[in-house]
């Protein structure tokens, strides 16, 4: 196993960002604001997405840091569950490592958990 990240969101802190478009392209892709159309969904799920970013990074070992850009990870959730599509420098610094995904919302607070994993 490469590394194992957890984060926990605040869902106020990413309400106040679902009508500034700004914030929006600056942490979200295409596909992810495109969730913000759902009705009464908006915040859990960006507030979902964003943990799982962070705790993406945290199980990489790159932190903010390294190159890796908030839209370098975009999470994709469909009915088979939840997973990510890396980008650029992510991409590059995960390699073929596979990546396991779980991520929640409760009353207030979203929450992540990411395994990165060497296969080995």
């Not at 869902?11 to 969730?35: F, G, H, P, Q």
């Not at 913000?36 to 199980?59: C, I, N, Q, S, Y």
């Not at 999470?75 to 890396?86: A, D, H, T, Y």
Request: glycine share 10%.
């Amino acid at each position: 196993m490469h590394g194992i990240g957890a984060d926990i969101v605040e869902i106020s802190r990413v309400t106040k960002w679902i009508n500034d478009k700004d914030a929006l392209s600056l942490i979200y892709t295409e596909r992810e604001r495109a969730c913000v159309t759902k009705p009464g969904r908006a915040a859990w799920d960006l507030a979902a997405a964003f943990a799982v970013k962070e705790a993406f990074m945290k199980a990489l070992g790159t932190g903010w840091g390294d190159g890796v850009q908030w839209k370098d990870i975009e999470v994709i959730n469909e009915n088979k569950g939840i997973s990510v599509r890396l980008y650029n420098r992510a991409k590059e610094l995960c390699g073929d490592r596979r990546v396991f995904v779980s991520a929640d919302c409760a009353g207030t607070l979203a929450v992540a958990l990411v395994v990165v994993d060497d296969g080995a």
